[in-house]
């Protein structure tokens, strides 16, 4: 199964862990966003307002604009 998807999309076969994916993927505003909220005070409700408006913004956006 894995060799027909490979043939028809060329993404069943995982690429290769290196430090400059890792750096790159470290370097990702929204990465920092998502996991401020779940480390983040939940006593202080600015923030987490913010953050959870933040996550929200990052998810419709994209839905919205293929629709």
Do not use: Q
Request: proline letters at 3%.
């Amino acid at each position: 199964m894995l060799e027909r998807v490979e043939r028809d999309r060329g993404d069943s076969i995982p690429d290769e862990l290196t430090l400059r994916k890792t750096i790159l993927h470290l370097c990702d505003w929204k990465m920092w966003a998502f996991g401020k909220s779940y480390f983040m005070d939940f006593w202080d409700t600015k923030n987490l307002i913010i953050a959870t408006g933040l996550m929200y913004f990052c998810a419709t956006v994209p839905a919205y604009a293929i629709g």
